[in-house]
């Protein structure tokens, strides 16, 4: 997404911008970015910021395939005793999965524990109610609460409603491949 719509260009995203005026939002933080892309943000906030860990998840594996082949190119270039990995600094802080936020089941919901001190969501909002509905968008903000540690903080960049409209362009079939 970054990539392709930013070719030959020096990319500068503006919610880095306003991620550094909170920089204390991710120090020492263990974070979850779902939604993560191609994890240009992920790594971003990872290089930036003394965090802790950040796990960037995408339901779409060509795209966690092209971050974890990022993030591994930069592990590689460093040596195998590099002080970075003793730190957790970058690329040691970073990780990407492949999977579904949205769970089969709501049962699900009863073994999500605390385990995250800040989430991104960023720009996912409209993907996840387009193919999931109200009842997926629900239990998205119920397995973020439920991940959340005390105090934690849920960092939530929605689309705005004509952003949706959009979407009518869209074939069916176009959307089932970026699904």
């Known amino acids: 997404y970054y990539g392709y719509r930013n070719k030959d260009k020096d990319f500068h995203d503006i919610r880095l911008d306003v991620f550094e005026q909170q920089g204390e939002l991710f ?3 263990h974070i979850l970015d779902v939604g993560c892309n ?13 965090i802790k860990s950040i796990v960037g998840l995408d339901i779409d594996k060509g795209l966690i395939n092209q971050a ?20 957790h600094s970058f690329p ?9 936020y ?8 009863e073994i999500e524990t ?20 109200d009842e997926g968008l629900k239990q998205a903000f119920r397995r973020m609460f439920l ?20 979407r009518k362009k869209m074939t069916v079939w176009f959307l089932i491949l970026i699904c």
């Open 92 to 100: 040691f802080n970073c990780s990407f999965v492949h999977g579904n």
């Open 114 to 133: 605390a385990q995250f001190d800040v989430i991104l969501c960023l720009s996912i909002t409209k993907w996840i109610q387009l193919n999931f509905g």
């Open 68 to 87: 974890i082949k990022t993030i591994t190119k930069h592990k590689k270039s460093l040596p195998m005793d590099n002080d970075l990995r003793k730190q």
């Open 27 to 29: 120090k020492g933080k």
């Open 38 to 50: 191609s994890g240009f943000i992920t790594m971003e906030v990872a290089k930036r910021f003394e």
């Open 147 to 166: 991940q959340l540690k005390a105090n934690g903080r849920l960092i939530l960049e929605a689309q705005p409603y004509d952003n949706y409209g959009r």
């Open 102 to 109: 949205i769970l089969k089941d709501d049962v699900l919901l």
